[in-house]
């Protein structure tokens, strides 16, 4: 079945910093969404993607849809401590017909004051 | 709450019980959709229900699990026979149509003893 690889698996940073995270995937998905998830809560849509090579941005928080249709990135600029969590980046299975969604493994994100 | 609800929000059986879990989408939104998230993982993809069409079942991991949608709302996630590894987190989500975003509830902490 479809896989998707998220990475990194964990990043421990500073405040201030910027962060990079990306998934890929070995076939081709249709929409990219990514997810922030804090502990005991459901995950929280960031920002959703529809189109190869679309590039969007939300607050701090600028994500891109990968040209072959196969990758996306989320990037954090400036992090603050609130910025800890989970981070989930998920690709919708195009012959599904709907947003039947496949999800990485999460990058969990730590920020030091 | 304008939100997806869950209940109950954590529950704990022995296993060989049946356990049920409920979901409440938000209102107007057509599709719904549950996952399972174990520890430290991304979510699992279990069933989704459109409208009055036949529910996607290809997620669910075995004959002891089944969801029902009653009146196009309410569902309710049923796991019989509970085994220890059917210990996860079991999140809802719901979209206004299949191919819109999904917003999740904060899940059902499920722990079998």
């Known amino acids: 079945g479809q896989q998707l690889n998220q990475s990194p698996q964990s990043m421990f940073i500073q405040e201030g910093e910027d962060v990079s995270m990306n998934c890929t995937s070995s076939s081709i998905f249709n929409t990219w969404l990514w997810y922030k998830q804090d502990p005991g809560e459901g995950p929280v849509l960031l920002i959703a993607l529809y189109k190869a090579g679309e590039l969007t941005s939300n607050g701090r928080l600028t994500a891109q849809f990968g040209i072959t249709r196969k990758d996306s990135f989320l990037n954090i600029s400036a992090s603050i401590p609130s910025d800890v969590g989970i981070y989930f980046c998920a690709g919708s299975d195009p012959s599904g017909g709907y947003n039947k969604l496949i999800f990485g493994a999460g990058t969990r994100l730590a920020v030091h004051p | 709450g304008a939100g997806v609800s869950q209940s109950p929000s954590n529950k704990v059986t022995e296993k060989g019980k049946d356990v049920e879990l409920r979901c409440d989408p938000i209102?107007?939104?057509?599709?719904l959709y549950w996952y399972r998230q174990s520890l430290g993982q991304g979510l699992e993809f279990l069933i989704y229900?459109?409208?009055?069409?036949?529910?996607?079942k290809s997620g669910l991991p075995s004959d002891r699990f089944s969801a029902e949608r009653t009146g196009g709302s309410v569902s309710t996630l049923t796991i019989q026979r509970t085994q220890q590894e059917d210990s996860a987190v079991y999140l809802c989500a719901s979209s206004l149509v299949g191919n819109q975003p999904q917003h999740f509830g904060d899940g059902t902490r499920l722990s079998i003893l």
């Open positions: 229900f459109q409208g009055n069409s036949a529910p996607d």
């Open positions: 209102s107007g939104h057509t599709a």
